[in-house]
């Protein structure tokens, strides 16, 4: 070692003046630097081991029960990661009638579902198309759910399907021959929820018939008188869209029920949410209050019970939320949707929005002054805002706002907008995968403004638990004066609902039966909704 030091010495003593004030000078920087770097690496090592003791806490992987152990998390990563997507656990815990109802529906489902004798049996029966009236259907009767307009309106109808499903003890079948398998994971362990591709009523001509002309639409066969309790048919069609008629509506009422619970097979094929009109059947709304008690959660249950994207969307809400929300203090998800033709940017509508978020305090107002008041010696915060829309002006003119004045309260506010497609491609699979990841996103923010009547809004807060600001619809290209409302319930709207309920309410008010069952905010006539206020 000494012989180092002196040839070390030596070689040091041949450089020049120049080199040798560089190595001096080089030298003493890292001895000041060595142990700020210790230090730093220290509260590093600090910060990392914090986030890991937080990253510890156990995360209710399950939902408080609602979701069963029975699968392999890599199948499906989103089943149980959801809730690692949202800051607080959600305040709506499952019943747990809801919960031992759920596991009883699963083993119902895994002897009924496909590639069971069951199936094979049940579905042969309708090649002999036989007169149900006196005819046993033992234990597995089934609803088919066909798929069609937007994926909102999909969702919607895909959980009010399977809760007739759960009140009726059916078997839910989901029609395959779109993307719902791109989109979602099968939700039942140890079976399949999809129709299989060769099942007969999917077939030419039947699948291409069902509307209200179709001769076993249910609706149809009540004008007709052509249904009563000597001829009940093998299947029936049950059309439930925007425009039945109030035959195809009052399906749901007892005096229908009786008739229909006779038929093995339904296929239904719906646009709305029509969950609201089941609480009118007496029979079902015993059962409903104990699965419900806070009704106004129906959804958000169904939907986090139901619904898990599949890994290739998952990647898609995780990347997103860590890059652009995860380090936010508060988030924001606004969501636009402009209704009428042509659909585009409005000034009227982007002032709209401008007047409800900053009426509501959603977002901060901008600084007037010329010299801000604002005190600088705190660390700002970081307000995240998530747009959705199809149209990407929205969002880059509130970009603008932001980045050209500093607000009032000294806040900073980042603006993101994970797709801008100008126009809806319904059945496209990467639309579908992206309009189904920024439903999850906007579910995992604080605070939510929707657009009103739209399905995609709808799935979007009542997943997150979130009872949004609803953005008027605008008339005549003008901004509404007030711009927007704070909805009391976290419910979807039920669009199109029958106008009367049942036998002994048929001349009441659809909105007046019930007092937990109203019409909606966001509709000026019609529509029913789900509160727990009353």
């Known amino acids: 070692m000494y012989h180092k030091v002196q040839i070390y010495g030596k070689v040091f003593k041949a450089l020049g003046l120049k080199t040798k004030v560089l190595i001096i000078v080089v030298f003493s920087c890292l001895l000041i630097i060595l142990p700020f770097s210790k230090n730093f690496n220290n509260q590093l090592l600090d910060a990392t081991t914090n986030d890991a003791k937080k990253s510890e806490t156990p995360r209710d992987t399950l939902i408080g029960g609602l979701l069963t152990a029975d699968f392999h998390e890599g199948s499906c990563l989103s089943r149980y990661q959801k809730t690692s997507l949202y800051r607080k656990p959600s305040p709506y815990k499952p019943s747990e009638y ?88 099968e939700p039942f362990p140890g079976t399949s929820w999809l129709l299989p591709l060769d099942f007969k009523l999917m077939q030419y001509p039947y699948v291409y018939g069902y509307n209200k002309e179709y001769p076993r639409c249910y609706g149809t066969m009540v004008n007709n008188h052509s249904i009563n309790s000597s001829s009940i048919p093998a299947h029936l069609y049950l059309h439930i869209l925007h425009d039945s008629r109030e035959s195809d509506k009052m399906f749901f009422c007892q005096k229908d029920q009786d008739l229909i619970n006779k038929v093995p097979w339904l296929i239904v094929q719906a646009n709305v949410y029509f969950v609201p009109s089941l609480w009118f059947n007496p029979t079902f709304q015993t059962e409903l209050t104990k699965l419900f008690p806070q009704k106004e959660s129906v959804f958000h249950h169904l939907a986090r019970y ?118 809806q491609q319904t059945d496209t699979k990467i639309h579908d995968q992206k309009a189904l990841a920024e439903m999850y996103l906007l579910s995992s923010t604080d605070n939510i403004v929707t657009s009103a009547r739209s399905t995609f809004g709808y799935v979007s807060y009542s997943l997150g638990g979130l009872k949004p600001w609803l953005l008027y619809q605008p008339t005549n290209f003008t901004t509404p004066d007030p711009p927007c409302l704070r909805s009391t319930s976290m419910e979807p709207c039920f669009l199109t609902p029958p106008s009367h309920g049942c036998e002994a309410d048929w001349r009441t008010n659809s909105g007046k039966i019930l007092p937990f069952v109203r019409h909606c905010e966001d509709i000026m006539y019609g529509g029913l909704k789900l509160h727990d206020d009353f």
């Open 98 to 185: 809801l919960i031992s109802k759920l596991r009883s529906y699963e083993m119902l489902h895994r002897r009924c579902g496909p590639d069971t004798k069951a199936y094979k049996d049940a579905t042969e029966s309708l090649n002999r198309d036989e007169n149900y009236a006196s005819k046993e259907n033992g234990e597995c009767r089934y609803i088919v759910w066909v798929a069609g307009y937007g994926l909102g309106n999909r969702i919607l109808t895909l959980a009010s399907v399977f809760l007739y499903a759960l009140l009726t003890e059916r078997i839910i079948l989901v029609d395959n021959r779109k993307d719902v398998s791109d989109l979602l994971c």
């Open 306 to 423: 139901l619904f898990h994207p599949t890994n290739q969307v998952w990647d898609m809400v995780t990347t997103y939320y860590n890059d652009h929300l995860s380090k936010a203090d508060e988030r924001l998800g606004i969501q636009i949707r402009v209704f009428g033709d042509p659909a585009g940017y409005f000034k009227h509508v982007m002032n709209q929005i401008v007047a409800c978020t900053q009426r509501e305090k959603l977002l901060p107002e901008l600084d007037t002054q010329e010299e801000s008041k604002v005190n600088i010696s705190k660390t700002p915060k970081l307000k995240a805002v998530l747009v959705t829309s199809l149209f990407p002006e929205y969002s880059e003119n509130l970009t603008k706002m932001y980045w050209k004045q500093p607000s009032s309260t000294g806040e900073i506010v980042e603006v993101y907008q994970p797709s801008g497609e100008r126009v």
